[in-house]
Nanobody, 122 residues
Framework: QVQLVESGGGLVQAGGSLRLSCAAS????????MGWFRQAPGKEREFVAAISRRSGSTYYEDSVKGRFTISRDNAKNTLYLQMNSLKPEDTAVYYC???????????????WGQGTQVTVSS
């Protein structure tokens, strides 16, 4: 399995921006499609965005389309999530995860990071 470590979370006001990073190690990063998920207190973990192995395809949950951008740098073994126009409802722990092929489903992902907290104040 690939090891994943997220960073970049924090406290931001509504309308602000954050960029999350996910550093991968242990296996060939470019062999994996990658995804971002989030989990708010008392809620199920939910899909946010996914990207194919060579960045040719990206996928987004409807509520983040036009505000969030997923990207990856295979030379740096790093996944990113640029989050703009943040809303209080985006508050959650954000996780990166690796899978064989892009998927919206939590169960499709084999490796997970520890998560990074994003808090958006109103």
């Amino acid at each position: 399995q690939v090891q994943l470590v997220e960073s970049g979370g924090g406290l931001v006001q509504a309308g602000g921006s954050l960029r999350l990073s996910c550093a991968a190690s242990g296996r060939t990063f470019s062999n994996y499609a990658m995804g971002w998920f989030r989990q708010a207190p008392g809620k199920e973990r939910e899909f946010v965005a996914a990207i194919s192995r060579r960045s040719g395809s990206t996928y987004y949950e409807d509520s983040v389309k036009g505000r969030f951008t997923i990207s990856r740098d295979n030379a740096k073994n790093t996944l990113y999530l640029q989050m703009n126009s943040l809303k209080p409802e985006d508050t959650a722990v954000y996780y990166c995860a690796a899978t064989q092929g892009p998927s919206y489903s939590v169960s499709s992902y084999d490796s997970w990071g520890q998560g990074t907290q994003v808090t958006v104040s109103s």
